[in-house]
Every structure is written in C-alpha cells, then in structure tokens.
C-alpha cells in the first residue's frame, strides 16, 4: 500500500511540475489550443492563412498610417518560401537572406524577420515592431508559417523587399529608379544592374560574361529606346539617275548628309554628361548633330535604299570615343565619316585603307546590335565576320527576363532542426549580395575637338550630277 501511494505521488508530483514547465515556456496555451481546434475541427492551414492575411494587414495599417505604399504579397518569392521554410534553420537570419536574394535575385533591398512561440497570436504582437520599422524603399513581402516538432508551437519567417522593375528602356524613361533587374542575352545571368542619369548613353554589360548586350540612350526630351531604334527607317525624298552604278548612289547619298549636317556638340550636355541623341527626321530639319547623329542619319539612309549598312560606335586612334558608318558593296567594305571631310568618288574610303585607326566596339542596324564575340579581342578590321561578331535583338530582352521569372522555383539549401527560442530576429540589407553590373558609360567624342579630321585626302566631291533633292 505505502509502495502504491509513493508511487502515484512521483506521479502526481512529476505531472505538476511538467505543467508549471509547460506554462513556463508556452506549451500549456500551445496544448490548450491543440485541445480546442481538435475538439472544435478547427483547420490548422486554415489558421494560418488568417495569420498571414493578420499579418500583412498589420504591417500595410502602419505603412498607411506612415503615407508609404502598401506592399504587395509576391507569388514568386511565396512559392520559393513555402519549399524551403519547412526545413529552414532558423538561427542564422543573416544566412536567410543571402538565401532569399541568391534564389530571386531580383530584389535589391531585403528585410527577414523570424519569431517562434505557443500560438499564432503571440507571433502577430512579436511582428509588431518589425511591421512600424519598415523602410519607404520596400515593394513586396512575403511570409510562411511551421509548426515547430511535436506541434505544439509556430515559426514564422517574413520578408520584406525591394523588388526591382523589368529592365526595358520604357521603364527607365517613366520612373526615376536607377536600379533594374535584367538576365544578359548571352550567358543568361540574372542580375542587378544601376544606371546613372546623368548619362544618356549607356550599354549594359553583364557581370559575368563581360559582354554588352543591350544600349540604350536618351533624347532631348528624355526618352531613352535601345540606340538600333533611332534609325526608324526615315529617307529623305530624292531622285537618283539609273544610269549610274550603286557605288555612285552611295556617294552621292554621303555627300547629302555632308551638305546637310554641320557637326555641333550638343548645347544641353552637362560636362560630365553624354549628349542627347537625335533620330534621321531630327537631325535633318535641325541642319546639323554630332558624330552619333550624323552617323544615325547617313545609315538609315542608306538602308533605306538596300545597302547593307551598320553605325560603328567605338574609338578613333587617341582621341577617343567616336561613331561612324560601315557598308558592305560587291565585296568591299567602306568606311563612311559623317562629321569631316567631303567624299571622293575617285578615292573611296576603303576600310582595308583607312581603317587602321578605328576600333568598334559596338554596331547596330535596323533591328540587332552587334558586340564583339570576345571581350577584349584584338581589332583586325572585320566589321561582318560572325566569328568576331555576335547579333544580338535587344527587344528579345524583356521577353527573357519573364521567362526567368516564370521559370524560377527557387533554391534548394541546407537543412537542420528548428529553433526554439521565441525571441524575435530581424536581419536587413543595406546593399544587394548579388553581383551589380554597372552601365558602362559610351564615350562621346573628346570635348576640345570641335573640327573632327578624317585621316584622308579628299577631293572636292563629285561633280556630275545625280539630283538629290532634300526635304521633310
């Protein structure tokens, strides 16, 4: 009997102190409510999504309240979140938010905040300071929700970011952000890329490969476009003989552009800002342009009238950036100046003559860009070899970066058990993890040199007559 009655004590006695353990740390509220949904049918997934729905409303109420945007709930970074939570280690938040930004590198800025306790309750008063701490810059957020082993506990991670617009010209031209995301055209590498708006060319090069794959550039009323859309397929109407040869009309084409673009330097460029770009239309009712203008008015031009033609930007010997045009005729390559000097019919500009001191590094026509297939590569004079050469469609660009983005499923990472702790963690990034490409800026040409010489001897033009007759 004395056995029977200390044995049921030890009983009695461990029961009472695993409860005022339990009622220390939460368990006893976490039991009583398991008890109350088992009893009631509650649906714990259904409970859930009434916490983050809670959850959001609290912290857009502060936003509100603050006159910020709300935040939007982003699906990507939700479906990324709720395969990875599960076995997520909780510890670590700044682990979390390399994480978050290595699997949807399209955000610039992110903030992770995590809490544990007994009921989903007490992790909305836990969120409470992170939800009145968020910053002006944030866009998105997402959050997911676990039970802790044994089910009688929760964990919560929510994330809050900067996610960043599609690259596209458009974009750049309507908002005054200076950070994109974009996937490069050749290596498909998603990645952040800052523009400076002080410059109003600018080539986007990727931080992987190296190579440009985009060039955009701004013009004077600051709408920027990829800089193969500036020749708009614009001639001016003209008469030409048919009795003379190809090789004449494109002579007689140069001259025109010669006689009707005078070189000035754009009058609205700051210092240490690239000019302003003009389309063929533009430059020929104002008379006159820079090299990049002139160039843009004699190769859509000659397009116009089916030579295969492209604009050069790249280097003239040391003096600098510079922009001029390439044609490809009966096999021999041409090399146009559109800034100086007056074309010569009995001495034509042969790329394999003149062209020893112009190094592209970028060309475009109608509809493509063309950059070197190597970064880097020695200049041998071959402005149309595919082996020096690689085409590339700008506009295909936005439709790459929404294939990323349908695409991406996010990453798989470590596992290990959960924390306990129910103290509140909250890491943030000031500065994105991921690599930033920087625009790479397009040298205009040097500032001092108003007269461009062309390294040529050129007469005084071509005398007979092939009418051409200008207008609008």
């Known amino acids: 009997m004395f056995i029977r009655l200390l044995s049921w004590s030890i009983i009695a006695g461990l029961a009472l102190a695993g409860g005022l353990m339990a009622h220390r740390d939460g368990k006893w509220v976490a039991w009583n409510l398991w008890f109350q949904e088992w009893v009631s049918g509650t649906d714990q997934a259904a409970a859930s999504v009434r916490?983050?729905?809670?959850?959001?409303?609290?912290?857009?109420?502060?936003?509100?309240?603050?006159?910020?945007?709300?935040?939007?709930?982003?699906?990507?970074?939700?479906?990324?979140?709720?395969?990875?939570?599960?076995?997520?280690?909780?510890?670590?938040?700044?682990?979390?938010?390399?994480?978050?930004?290595?699997?949807?590198?399209?955000?610039?800025?992110?903030?992770?905040?995590?809490?544990?306790?007994?009921?989903?309750?007490?992790?909305?008063?836990?969120?409470?300071?992170?939800?009145?701490?968020?910053?002006p810059e944030m866009t998105h957020l997402a959050c997911a929700v676990r039970q802790s082993p044994g089910g009688l506990g929760h964990h919560a991670l929510f994330v809050v970011g900067q996610r960043l617009e599609d690259f596209s010209p458009e974009i750049i031209s309507k908002t005054k952000e200076e950070a994109f995301f974009s996937t490069c055209l050749h290596c498909q590498h998603p990645h952040i890329v800052r523009i400076s708006r002080q410059q109003h060319s600018l080539g986007l090069e990727c931080p992987q490969c190296r190579r440009t794959y985009a060039v955009v550039a701004a013009d004077a009323a600051g709408k920027y476009r990829y800089v193969n859309e500036y020749l708009t397929g614009y001639a001016p109407p003209a008469a030409f003989s048919k009795d003379h040869s190809r090789v004449h009309e494109l002579f007689t084409i140069w001259s025109a552009v010669h006689a009707n673009c005078v070189y000035t330097k754009d009058p609205g460029a700051?210092?240490?800002?690239?000019?302003?770009?003009?389309?063929?239309?533009?430059?020929?009712?104002?008379?006159?342009?820079?090299?990049?203008?002139?160039?843009?008015?004699?190769?859509?031009?000659?397009?116009?009238?089916?030579?295969?033609?492209?604009?050069?930007?790249?280097?003239?010997?040391?003096?600098?950036g510079h922009a001029w045009v390439v044609v490809k005729l009966d096999d021999k390559e041409y090399l146009l100046e559109s800034t100086e000097g007056r074309p010569d019919l009995s001495?034509?500009?042969?790329?394999?003559?003149?062209?020893?001191?112009?190094?592209?590094?970028i060309m475009f026509d109608r509809y493509s860009l063309y950059v070197r297939h190597t970064p880097g590569q020695a200049w041998k004079g071959d402005y149309w070899s595919a082996k020096v050469w690689t085409k590339v469609e700008p506009r295909t660009l936005e439709a790459r970066i929404r294939a990323f983005s349908s695409a991406a499923d996010g990453s798989s990472g470590s596992q290990g058990e959960a924390s306990d702790s129910s103290v509140?963690?909250?890491?943030?990034?000031?500065?994105?993890?991921?690599?930033?490409?920087?625009?790479?800026?397009?040298?205009?040409?040097?500032?001092?040199?108003?007269?461009?010489?062309?390294?040529?001897?050129?007469?005084?033009?071509?005398?007979?007559?092939?009418?051409?007759?200008?207008?609008?």
């Open 51 to 135: 916490f983050q729905v809670d959850l959001v409303d609290r912290l857009n109420y502060a936003r509100i309240g603050a006159k910020l945007p709300v935040l939007r709930v982003d699906t990507e970074l939700e479906r990324w979140l709720q395969s990875e939570f599960p076995t997520m280690v909780l510890g670590d938040v700044n682990s979390i938010t390399r994480r978050v930004q290595e699997a949807v590198p399209r955000y610039f800025r992110v903030s992770v905040c995590t809490a544990s306790g007994p009921t989903l309750a007490t992790l909305l008063d836990q969120f409470h300071d992170f939800c009145q701490q968020t910053g």
């Open 270 to 320: 700051a210092k240490e800002a690239t000019d302003s770009w003009q389309t063929s239309l533009e430059t020929q009712r104002m008379g006159q342009g820079d090299c990049e203008d002139s160039a843009i008015f004699l190769c859509d031009w000659l397009l116009s009238r089916g030579f295969q033609a492209r604009v050069a930007l790249g280097r003239f010997g040391d003096m600098g």
């Open 347 to 361: 001495n034509p500009p042969l790329v394999t003559r003149v062209g020893s001191r112009y190094v592209p590094e």
């Open 424 to 472: 509140q963690r909250v890491a943030r990034t000031s500065r994105p993890n991921p690599a930033v490409a920087p625009f790479m800026e397009l040298e205009e040409i040097p500032k001092d040199a108003s007269v461009w010489q062309m390294p040529l001897s050129l007469g005084q033009g071509n005398s007979d007559g092939a009418g051409v007759s200008g207008g609008e």
